[in-house]
């Protein structure tokens, strides 16, 4: 894999229209020598995208739901 130069990673985040810090993306990987966990990294846009899925926000369908629960007076018809 050839390493990603900060502009490659800026476009493809803007791309994306994520948000991504490309920098911190750069450096992240630079400072472990572009290794995911002992393997060299082969697909640079596949760990950007990885990064995107553990950047959303979670779903708040089970707080909803206890909210739900809790505000529900129809018990009390």
């Known amino acids: ?18 948000q991504i810090d490309p920098e911190a993306f750069i450096d992240f990987y ?3 020598g572009w ?3 002992r393997t060299k990294m082969v697909d640079w846009q596949a760990a950007v ?3 995107e899925k553990r950047n959303k926000p979670k779903s708040s369908t089970r707080h909803t739901a ?3 629960d809790l505000t529900d007076t129809s018990w009390a018809r």
Do not use: N
């Not at 894999?1 to 994520?18: D, G, H, N, S």
């Open 1 to 18: 894999m050839k390493v990603p130069t900060l502009e490659e990673v800026a476009a493809y985040v803007q791309t994306r229209a994520i």
């Open 66 to 68: 206890l909210i739900d």
């Open 49 to 51: 995208r990885t990064w």
């Open 30 to 32: 630079q400072s472990k």
């Open 35 to 37: 290794l995911v966990g």
